[in-house]
């Protein structure tokens, strides 16, 4: 067994004794949950009760979670219970925490049997949170970090640029010359818009995942390890670009409904769609990294039409 293996072995080892010790016996199911990208996180159930183990071997990932939740939990958005955690990582090597789960399925999963009512309902309450997370302090600073930290940018115009050259490092000849100058006089024309924004904060990993709908109705949201300060239309852009990726153009409706709940006028309408141009780099990666041809395609054929207008 290579050395590796028998780590990770260990790992899984004191992850179901520690959720064991959670709900009281050996779990009956315990699996890995495999959409994720920052933790390794677990599920385990025992006796119809459910719960979620979130682990990371940076101690740094996690160091502000907890004080988030708390935070927005005080601000009424439905965040899950902790029932446990070490975010020093002391007792093992790794930060952890665990979790009630909440009932449901991330919103990508349940988006195309929803009917327009329910994506409607889903959308507003997202929107009322992202109201709620923009009463907060401002932030020092721009980016992501958690609530109250000094964000890595000293302004949006240059987080912006520094989002552009990363998402299309790797997929910028996928995109084509011609669709990457569009999109960048696109950026240029706005630097003037976000010379006006403000370090606000808003819940900007609240997409198409860590919105739990179970039903076609919102249960709560997950995943708060970091917030943004700057500015949501951001959160919305990268919710109509996954929708094009993941699920396909019949459900960007829910990405409509999000705008009209924010209240965006017609110029921020077009904002979120150079918005969603700028994330659709990265998603080309995905696309390639995965086989996904039809999802590529779809990207591609929505970058021209977000830069059209």
Not at 23 to 36: I, W
Not at 145 to 165: A, M, N, Q, T
Request: aromatic share 10%; net charge negative.
């Amino acid at each position: 067994m290579s050395e590796s293996n028998s780590t990770n072995q260990e790992h899984e080892r004191i992850i179901r004794s520690l959720a064991a010790q959670t709900l009281g016996s050996d779990p009956s199911v315990f699996e890995r949950m495999t959409f994720g990208h920052r933790n390794v996180v677990y599920r385990a159930s025992s006796a119809g009760r459910s719960i979620i183990v979130r682990t990371n071997a940076d101690l740094k990932v996690m160091r502000g979670t907890g004080d988030n939740m708390t935070d927005l939990r005080e601000l009424g958005i439905p965040v899950p219970r902790i029932l446990a955690f070490d975010f020093d990582g002391g007792d093992y090597p790794f930060a952890y925490m665990i979790l009630e789960e909440i009932p449901g399925r991330d919103l990508r999963d349940e988006l195309p049997d929803m009917t327009q009512e329910q994506m409607t309902a889903v959308a507003e309450r997202i929107a009322s949170f992202q109201r709620k997370a923009s009463r907060l302090p401002r932030g020092m600073g721009y980016g992501w970090v958690p609530i109250g930290d000094k964000g890595p940018f000293h302004s949006w115009s240059e987080l912006i640029r520094s989002d552009r050259e990363t998402n299309f490092q790797q997929s910028g000849e996928v995109a084509g010359t011609d669709v990457l100058e569009r999109l960048d006089r696109r950026l240029e024309a706005l630097t003037s818009y976000f010379d006006t924004i403000e370090p606000v904060c808003f819940l900007d990993d609240l997409t198409i995942k860590n919105v739990i709908v179970e039903k076609g109705e919102l249960r709560g949201v997950i995943d708060f390890d970091v917030v943004c300060y700057g500015d949501s239309l951001y959160a919305i852009a990268l919710t109509q670009t996954a929708i094009v990726c993941d699920i396909g153009e019949h459900r960007l409706f829910y990405a409509d409904e999000l705008c009209r709940a924010m209240g965006l006028d017609a110029e921020q309408r077009r904002i979120v769609d150079v918005y969603a141009a700028l994330f659709a780099g990265s998603f080309l990666d995905y696309c390639r990294e995965n086989g996904d041809e039809e999802g590529e395609r779809r990207l591609l054929r929505f970058m021209g039409k977000w830069l059209e207008n």
